[in-house]
């Protein structure tokens, strides 16, 4: 199924020149990137993007650390490009992430995780219309 995901490229990614390593990944998959863009989140705008985690032990580290410096954000589409892009990101824990995926070769603790991807078609589409408007998603 045709379907469109949101990745992030996290501060610790930007700050250590990883984007065109996880992009190049991207684009060997023949995952297609349709809307890329690089932001900085305030505190607030990173709380509002990990709502869901709101509660959990670390919801005010993760949100500190979302914002503070730049991360890229980009609409990823593709056929099942959620499952295929979870696959090559890896587990949130890159100590139980899999040999060659971004997590385990690149991120350095649990938080610092270099990238973020949706974990559903509900999530994903939250996701996408939290980052882009209208005229940025452009099919
Ligand atoms: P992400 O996939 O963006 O979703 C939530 C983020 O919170 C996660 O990646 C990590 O960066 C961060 N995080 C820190 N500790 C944990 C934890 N114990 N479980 C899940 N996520 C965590």
Redesign the pocket.
Known sequence: MREKTLS?I?PDGVSRNLIGEVVKRLESAGIEIAAMKMIWMTKEQAKGF?KV?EG???YE??TD??SSGPSVVMILKGDDVIKRYRKI?GA??YEEAEEGTIRREFAT?????V???S?SVENAKFEINYFFNSLEILK
């Open positions: 992030i996290k990990y985690h959990k032990p670390f580290s993760v650390f979302m990101m949130t824990n603790d649990i938080e610092k995780n990238v973020h991807g974990d």
